[in-house]
């Protein structure tokens, strides 16, 4: 079975995760911290980056994108469109799910790793103003949820628990439709939890 390295805080793990499992593949949760630099981590991706799938051939595959990727074609297109423009929309909206998590990683960094006196808030407010937009974007339209829903859907409703265990109460203000289409989103599909405990 592949075994997927992640971390239950990672948002790219979590989009991965919940895609495998709507996809009915079935990995091997390999729980990981990047901070310790992991021999198995380090030798499946250079950057020591999660998420990472191990295939059972021994190659690995990174980074989240290109495992989403991997296992819609794997699943003959379980999360992907066939259908060039459905296809497009589906990449693009996953992007902008990961560019959040892209943007509010790099806040978490930059107050985890710097001394208190060296956050440099304006580099902090950048990022919030890009999540901002972005949110906002995806507030006045949130997209569909049809019953087949693809790899873009995964990917925000991973970033909003995401945005949830870091940024709670700061987010969700002015965002009552995204709250409510999270909320859906649970109801539609109980089995794709944003966070798994370990
Ligand atoms: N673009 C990458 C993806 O989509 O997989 C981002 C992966 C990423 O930044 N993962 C974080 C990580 O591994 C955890 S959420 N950080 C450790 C590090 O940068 O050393």
Redesign the pocket.
């Known amino acids: 079975m592949p075994k997927l390295l992640y971390?239950s805080?990672?948002?790219?793990?979590s989009k991965v995760r919940m895609a495998a499992l709507y996809a009915g593949i079935a990995v091997d949760l390999v729980p990981v911290k990047?901070e310790d630099k992991p021999a198995e981590l380090i030798g499946a991706n250079p950057?020591?980056?999660?998420?990472v799938l191990v295939l059972d051939d021994g190659r690995s595959i990174?980074?989240?994108?290109a495992i989403t990727q991997h296992l819609s074609r794997v699943s003959k297109n379980a999360l992907l469109p066939r259908n060039p423009d459905k296809r497009l929309e589906a990449e693009v909206l996953e992007a902008l799910a990961?560019g959040i998590?892209?943007c509010a990683?790099s806040m978490v960094y930059e107050r985890r790793t710097r001394p208190e006196d060296m956050v440099y808030q304006p580099w902090l407010d950048r990022q919030w103003a890009k999540i901002t937009a972005a949110l906002d974007l995806l507030n006045a339209n949130p997209p569909k949820l049809p019953k087949k829903i693809t790899t873009g859907q995964i990917a925000l409703r991973a970033c909003l628990g995401y945005l949830s265990l870091r940024f709670a109460g700061k987010w969700e203000k002015g965002r009552s439709r995204l709250i409510r289409w999270a909320a859906r989103f649970d109801e539609k599909f109980p089995e794709l939890k944003p966070a798994v405990p370990g």
């Open positions: 971390a805080t990672s948002p790219y793990s990047t950057l020591g980056k999660i998420p990174h980074d989240s994108r990961d998590c892209d990683l």
